[in-house]
C-alpha cells in the first residue's frame, strides 16, 4: 500500500446508527458528554440522528430530532463540528421533506438519504430539495458488495452536481473484501463529481481496512461510531479512526482524554446490547445477508449460534432442520388431559419467584393444567400434584438436556411446528407433541419470520384443551424500550390479542403484574 493521505473529514453518527439498539433513546447526560468529547477532535459532522415523519410503533426521541432538541444539541456540541441528519428515503416523499426540514434551517449543516440502488431518482429529488433549501446534502449509496455498474441510475448521480455533496458507498452487508474496496473506488472517482464518502459495517472486521483504501483512493468523508456502536455487527470505531489521524500527526497532537471516558460508557453498553462482530454476523456479510434478520434472531433469545448460523445458510427459519419438514408421528400425539379445565401460563418473569406459593395454591384450589411457556420455572413447580406441559420454542429444548431431574414431573412437552430437535425430544422419554397455534394474519404477531413464540405455544396448548378460563402468571413484560425487548413485547402481545379474538369466551386473566394489554386480577384475591 502506498503512501496514505489523511485530508478527509469525519462524520461520527453514533447517535443516529446505535439507535437500532435502543429503539433511538439514549440518556441525557450520556448524550452532553458525547457532544462536548468532540471539541478538539478532527470530526467535521456529528450526526444526531434520524428527522422522520411519525412511523407505527415507539421509537424514540433521535428517531424524530424535535427541534427542541436539535436546539440543544447546537448549545452543547463545539463550534468546530457540524450538524448532520439522516432522512430514509423510502419514509418520505418529495412533497413531504419541505415540511420536514423547514423548521431545522439554522440547526443543522447537512442533510443525508439512505437510497436503495432502485432508488437512485427518488433520492436525487430528495437531494435537490435539500440543496435549494440551503442544505449540504449527502446520498448514501447502498449495497456496495452488490453494485451493477451497469445501473443507469449511477450516470444520474453523476449529472446532478452538487446536488449531492457527497455520495457515500455503503458497504450495507459489511463484507466488501480489501481489493473490492479499492477497484469500487477507483470506478467512483472516475464517474463521480461528487465528494466521496465511505460507511462501513464491520461483520467481518474489515471496516477499519476498507476504510484505509478508501482514503488512500481519495475518500473525502469517512463514517464512523463510539465503540463501533450500529446496527448488526456495527460500524468502524471512531476512536481507532482518530488515533489513526492522532498517529499520522496531520493536525499536531490531539487530546483524546474526553474521548477516552466516553469510551469508556459506551463499552457498558456494548455489553448490554451485545452489538460488534459475531458468527451470525460474520456469515450474514459474506451471505450478502440482511442484518436486520440477525438481529431480530438474537434478539428474541431462543436460538442458538448453531441455528442461527445454520439457517443464514439455508435461507430456512431458526430451530429448524434444513431441507425437511418431516416429523416423526409421535410427534402428533396428544396427551391424556380431560378437555374444557382451567389452565394456568407459566411465564419466565420475575414476578412468580414472590407469588410462587400462591401460584401453587391456586393451582390446586382448582385442579388446573400448568403449563409452562418455557423452562424457567419448570423446577419451582416439581412438587406440585398436577398435569404439567412444557412449551419448547426455539432451541429450548437443549435446555431439557442438562434439566432431566427437575423436568422428570412433566406430562408432556410441546415443540414448535417445525424444530431441529425432534429425535433429541423423543430420547427424552417425555411425551412430545404439537398443537395448532393461533396466528391470526391481520396480527403483530404474525409478523415475524421465526419459529412459533413461547406465548403462541402455550396459548396452542391452551386452545386445543379447550381450556377456560385461562391464568396468565409471570408475563411481566418488558420495561425496556430496546430493539430486543420491544420485539419481544410485540411479539407476545400479538399472541394474547390472536388467542382473545379467535377464543373470546377464553378469557385471558393474569394473576400476577402485567405490563401486557389483558385482564388484571390478583393471585390472593383467589385464595385468601
Not at 447546537?74 to 418520505?92: F, G, Y
Not at 449543516?109 to 435549494?132: C, E, H, N, S, Y
Not at 409478523?447 to 403462541?456: F, L, V
Not at 418488558?478 to 399472541?495: F, K, S, V, W
Request: glycine share 10%; charged share 20%.
Amino acid at each position: 500500500m502506498g503512501t496514505l493521505m489523511t485530508s478527509f473529514k469525519i462524520l461520527d453518527c453514533t447517535l443516529r446508527d446505535g439507535g437500532y439498539y435502543t429503539s433511538w433513546d439514549f440518556a441525557p447526560d450520556l448524550v452532553d458528554q458525547y457532544l462536548r468529547s468532540f471539541q478538539g477532535l478532527p470530526v467535521e459532522f456529528v450526526e444526531v440522528g434520524y428527522r422522520s415523519l411519525p412511523a407505527k410503533g415507539y421509537l424514540g426521541e433521535y428517531y424524530y430530532l424535535p427541534v427542541s432538541r436539535l436546539e440543544a444539541i447546537r448549545a452543547v456540541l463545539p463550534e468546530t463540528a457540524k450538524i448532520a441528519v439522516m432522512v430514509d428515503e423510502k419514509n418520505c416523499a418529495s412533497d413531504q421533506l419541505h415540511s420536514l426540514m423547514e423548521p431545522c434551517r439554522g440547526l443543522v449543516d447537512m442533510v443525508r438519504f439512505t437510497v436503495a440502488p432502485d432508488k437512485i431518482d427518488q433520492g436525487l429529488a430528495l437531494a435537490g430539495i435539500a440543496r435549494d433549501m440551503g442544505f449540504e446534502t449527502g446520498v448514501n449509496l447502498m449495497y456496495l458488495s452488490r453494485m451493477d455498474r451497469s445501473n443507469p441510475g449511477y450516470r444520474k448521480i453523476a449529472a446532478a452536481g452538487d446536488a449531492v455533496s457527497y455520495l457515500y458507498l455503503v458497504d450495507s452487508y459489511g463484507a466488501v473484501m480489501p481489493n473490492d474496496m479499492r477497484e469500487h473506488m477507483r470506478w467512483a472517482r472516475d464517474l463521480f463529481p461528487q465528494r466521496l464518502g465511505f460507511h462501513g459495517h464491520n461483520n467481518v472486521g474489515l471496516a477499519f481496512a476498507n476504510a484505509l483504501v478508501a482514503i488512500e483512493e481519495g475518500a473525502d468523508i469517512i463514517d464512523s461510531t463510539v465503540q463501533g456502536m450500529g446496527r448488526g455487527a456495527g460500524n468502524l470505531e471512531t476512536e481507532l479512526l482518530v488515533s489513526y489521524v492522532n498517529a499520522r500527526g496531520q493536525d499536531g497532537l490531539i487530546d483524546m482524554s474526553r474521548l477516552a471516558d466516553l469510551s469508556s460508557d459506551f463499552m457498558q453498553m456494548r455489553a448490554e446490547y451485545g452489538w460488534g462482530m459475531s458468527f451470525p454476523y460474520i456469515v450474514s456479510g459474506f451471505g450478502d445477508l440482511p442484518q436486520k434478520d440477525v438481529m431480530d434472531w438474537l434478539a428474541l433469545r431462543r436460538f442458538s449460534t448453531a441455528s442461527i448460523v445454520r439457517t443464514l445458510q439455508s435461507g430456512a427459519r431458526p430451530g429448524t432442520t434444513p431441507g425437511t419438514n418431516a416429523q416423526p408421528d409421535d410427534l402428533l400425539k396428544m396427551p391424556d388431559l380431560e378437555l374444557g379445565q382451567p389452565v394456568v401460563l407459566i411465564g419466565g418473569g420475575s414476578s412468580i419467584a414472590h407469588t410462587l406459593p400462591a401460584i401453587c395454591e391456586f393451582v390446586s384450589r382448582k385442579g388446573a393444567t400448568v403449563v409452562h411457556s418455557t423452562l424457567t420455572h419448570v423446577a419451582a413447580f416439581a412438587s406440585l400434584g398436577t398435569p404439567q406441559i412444557a412449551c419448547l420454542a426455539g432451541d429450548e429444548a437443549l435446555k431439557l438436556d442438562f434439566m432431566k431431574d427437575q423436568a422428570k414431573h412433566l406430562a408432556a412437552c410441546v415443540v414448535s411446528s417445525d424444530t431441529a430437535h425432534a429425535e433429541m425430544m423423543l430420547a427424552s422419554g417425555l411425551p412430545v407433541f404439537q398443537v395448532q397455534t393461533i396466528n391470526d394474519t391481520h396480527s403483530s404477531s404474525n409478523q415475524s419470520p421465526m419459529t412459533e413464540s413461547p406465548a403462541q405455544l402455550a396459548l396452542g396448548v391452551a386452545h386445543t384443551l379447550a381450556a377456560s378460563p385461562v391464568y396468565l402468571a409471570g408475563f411481566d413484560g418488558y420495561a425496556g424500550t430496546g430493539d430486543g425487548e420491544a420485539i419481544l413485547a410485540r411479539e407476545t402481545q400479538g399472541a394474547f390479542d390472536d388467542f382473545m379474538r379467535v377464543q373470546p369466551d377464553g378469557h385471558l386473566i393474569s394473576l400476577t403484574p402485567t405490563r401486557y394489554d389483558v385482564v388484571q386480577d390478583s393471585v390472593y384475591a383467589y385464595i385468601f
